[in-house]
C-alpha cells in the first residue's frame, strides 16, 4: 500500500522514534508499505516519521543509482552493497567517522529542495533486522550518506538542521511557503 509522505511542516518530522521491542506482523506491513512508497518516488531512503509513525524504524536501498558509489564492510572486509540491499534498521545506533565530506542530497519530505550537506565519510551500524538479530556494518559512500541522513530523521534531525547558514538562508522562501502548505493541510483533514 502507498503511503502519504510526510512533509515539512508536519510536527511527526521533529518526533523522536520510539523503540520497536517487537516485529509484529503490524511492523512487517509497515516495513513492506514503506519499501513501496519509497520506490514510487525513486527514493533510497525512508524513515518511519515520513509515513507518520515516530518509531526506530528506517528502510534503505541504494541500488537505484548508478553514479554516486556506496562502499561496505562486513567484518572488516569489502562486501557486495547490492547483495545488502534492501536494508531494514531497526533500534539503530550508528556511530559516524572519518573526515567530513560535502555531497548533495534532498528529502521526499522537501519536494525540489536539494543542498550539499557535510557528514563524515563513514559509519559504523549495529542494528535490528526483521528477524530481530542485532547485525553491523561500516558504510561509507552513498549509502553511508544515506543511514546518517535516515537515523538523523528517527532523533527528529531534518537535513535543513545540518545546511550552510547560507544555503538555509537562500533556501528560506522555498521552506516557508512549504511550511505553510503542510499546515494548511494538516488543518483541513
Ligand atoms: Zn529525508
Redesign the pocket.
Known amino acids: 500500500m502507498l503511503l502519504p509522505i510526510t512533509k515539512y511542516g508536519n510536527p511527526i518530522l521533529r518526533k523522536k522514534g520510539a523503540r520497536i521491542e517487537r516485529i509484529t506482523p503490524e511492523i512487517k506491513q509497515l516495513v513492506e508499505d514503506m519499501f513501496e512508497t519509497m520506490h514510487a518516488a525513486a527514493g533510497i531512503?525512508?524513515?518511519a516519521q515520513?509515513v507518520g509513525q515516530a518509531l526506530q524504524l528506517t528502510v534503505l536501498d541504494v541500488r537505484a543509482v548508478k553514479d554516486r558509489p556506496s562502499t561496505l564492510e562486513l567484518d572488516g572486509k569489502p562486501a557486495d552493497v547490492k547483495a545488502f540491499m534492501p536494508l531494514v534498521l531497526i533500534n539503530t545506533e550508528i556511530k559516524p567517522f572519518g573526515n567530513p565530506v560535502s555531497g548533495p542530497?534532498?528529502?521526499?519530505?522537501?519536494p525540489e529542495i536539494y543542498s550539499d550537506i557535510t557528514r563524515p565519510e563513514l559509519v559504523d551500524v549495529t542494528a535490528t533486522n526483521l528477524k530481530g538479530e542485532r547485525f553491523s556494518f561500516r558504510a561509507g559512500g552513498l549509502l553511508g550518506r544515506a543511514v546518517q541522513?535516515?537515523v538523523?530523521?528517527l532523533n527528529g534531525i531534518?537535513?535543513i538542521d545540518r545546511m550552510t547558514t547560507n544555503a538555509k538562508a537562500d533556501l528560506k522562501p522555498e521552506l516557508e511557503a512549504l511550511q505553510a502548505a503542510t499546515r494548511a493541510a494538516l488543518k483541513k483533514s
Request: hydrophobic fraction near 30%; proline fraction near 0%; glycine fraction near 12%.
Open positions: 531512503g525512508r524513515a515520513q542530497e534532498g528529502c521526499l519530505s522537501f541522513h535516515e538523523d530523521h531534518l537535513f
